[in-house]
């Protein structure tokens, strides 16, 4: 399979890139920043719920040194987003967009690996658990604990993650083709052992439906990067290469990444927000032999805010390129076939 990275480009006009001017510095250093201050806002996040450090905020109402060293943190943030820019002034937009493209792909990559490996290793526990056959394999003290969520999931699902980043880094596709398959497959399955055995189990259904919404959110930001998203308008179509930059320039920051930024302050506000805690208390469904993986979708609201944050990002900085008429302007790009 083809590396999904490697796009062919045209040039536009006569257009010239336009490195290190005040523009393109300004489009980098905010496309950096916003990377960067996502960063030290997740890390700070787990300080507040896990830790019990008082925030950011509590600087001016009692909060004391661990607020001032939140607040220096995104100082810091910003700063070093600064140097990235500052470093090598030549690198034009469409070299940074593409950089950042790289490392998104990784990261779903990474998300795709992991949610197949957690499924079927989860799918195996159990059922061998609702046969009653999982207490004569590993021992009856393992079998009750691996029927605890605080226990299957630290023990089982976290190292399968690990396993997952891992293969991340050796594989060349992003897996979206593999996991469709293997969700038709899990469907045929539920049909035969239905239909011809008639036997059915929770956990049959749970792995579709795990599998399912991975796939969805997930390649949402590569959908984004091969504008597959369906735009609903009567305008853009007919704009002109500058004209479509300068509407995915402002239409990028304005909803895109105000979107992202929403799901993941109210999915992470508090102990008890949506995402938050349902992985914190390693969330399951009601049903006693199904997966135990409910946290793990909650999760997937967050992955697809980070993974659309970070692709906006690079979609902002190709859309500047795109509004300065820089050469490079990818051949798909513009070109969505429903408006």
Same mark, same amino acid.
């Given at each position: 399979?083809?590396?999904?990275?490697?796009?062919?480009?045209?040039?536009?006009?006569?257009?010239?890139?336009?490195?290190?001017?005040?523009?393109?510095?300004?489009?980098?250093?905010?496309?950096?920043?916003?990377?960067?201050?996502?960063?030290?806002?997740? $890390?700070?996040?787990?300080?507040?719920?896990?830790?019990?450090?008082?925030?950011?905020?509590?600087?001016?109402?009692?909060?004391?040194?661990?607020?001032?060293?939140? $607040?220096?943190?995104?100082?810091?943030?910003?700063?070093?987003?600064?140097?990235?820019?500052?470093?090598?002034?030549?690198?034009?937009?469409?070299?940074?967009?593409?950089?950042?493209?790289?490392?998104?792909?990784?990261?779903?990559?990474?998300?795709?690996?992991?949610?197949?490996?957690v499924?079927?290793?989860?799918?195996?526990?159990?059922?061998?658990?609702?046969?009653?056959?999982?207490?004569?394999?590993?021992?009856?003290?393992?079998?009750?604990?691996?029927?605890?969520s605080q226990f299957?999931?630290?023990?089982?699902?976290?190292?399968?993650?690990?396993?997952? $980043?891992?293969?991340?880094?050796?594989?060349?596709?992003?897996?979206?083709?593999?996991?469709?398959?293997?969700?038709?497959?899990?469907?045929?399955?539920?049909?035969?052992?239905?239909?011809?055995?008639?036997?059915?189990?929770?956990?049959?259904?749970?792995?579709?439906?795990?599998?399912?919404?991975?796939?969805?959110?997930?390649?949402?930001?590569?959908?984004?990067?091969?504008?597959?998203?369906?735009?609903?308008?009567?305008?853009?179509?007919?704009?002109?290469?500058?004209?479509?930059?300068?509407?995915?320039?402002?239409?990028?920051?304005?909803?895109?990444?105000g979107?992202?930024?929403?799901?993941?302050?109210?999915?992470?506000?508090?102990?008890?927000?949506i995402?938050?805690?349902a992985?914190?208390?390693?969330?399951?469904?009601?049903?006693?032999?199904?997966?135990?993986?409910?946290?793990?979708?909650?999760?997937?609201?967050?992955?697809?805010?980070?993974?659309?944050?970070?692709?906006? $990002?690079?979609?902002?900085?190709?859309?500047?390129?795109?509004?300065?008429?820089?050469?490079?302007?990818?051949?798909?790009?513009?070109?969505?076939?429903?408006?």
């Amino acid at each position: 399979m083809s590396n999904p990275d490697s796009r062919a480009v045209h040039h536009t006009g006569s257009g010239i890139e336009h490195p290190g001017d005040a523009i393109t510095l300004g489009a980098r250093f905010f496309g950096w920043a916003m990377l960067t201050v996502l960063t030290v806002w997740f $890390v700070n996040v787990v300080l507040k719920l896990s830790f019990g450090w008082p925030g950011a905020l509590a600087l001016f109402d009692g909060g004391g040194v661990l607020s001032a060293i939140e $607040v220096a943190s995104y100082l810091i943030a910003v700063a070093f987003a600064g140097w990235i820019v500052t470093r090598d002034k030549t690198v034009p937009l469409r070299a940074d967009s593409a950089r950042i493209h790289r490392f998104n792909l990784f990261v779903v990559r990474a998300a795709f690996f992991i949610v197949l490996f957690v499924g079927l290793g989860d799918v195996i526990v159990s059922a061998l658990r609702v046969e009653n056959a999982l207490e004569g394999i590993v021992g009856s003290d393992l079998s009750r604990d691996l029927g605890r969520s605080q226990f299957r999931g630290p023990w089982l699902h976290v190292p399968l993650m690990i396993l997952g $980043v891992v293969c991340a880094f050796f594989a060349r596709t992003l897996g979206f083709h593999w996991l469709t398959l293997m969700i038709v497959a899990a469907e045929l399955m539920i049909v035969i052992t239905r239909f011809v055995f008639s036997y059915e189990q929770a956990f049959m259904g749970d792995l579709v439906r795990f599998w399912y919404a991975a796939l969805f959110l997930f390649a949402s930001a590569y959908t984004l990067y091969e504008e597959g998203h369906v735009r609903v308008d009567i305008f853009y179509a007919g704009m002109r290469n500058r004209s479509k930059g300068r509407v995915n320039t402002f239409g990028t920051v304005l909803l895109g990444m105000g979107l992202c930024w929403t799901i993941l302050i109210i999915g992470l506000g508090g102990p008890s927000a949506i995402i938050y805690g349902a992985v914190a208390n390693f969330e399951v469904s009601q049903s006693g032999f199904g997966l135990y993986v409910k946290y793990m979708m909650a999760a997937f609201l967050g992955v697809f805010a980070l993974t659309m944050l970070i692709q906006f $990002v690079s979609y902002f900085m190709e859309s500047v390129a795109d509004w300065r008429d820089e050469p490079g302007t990818r051949l798909n790009r513009g070109d969505t076939a429903a408006h």
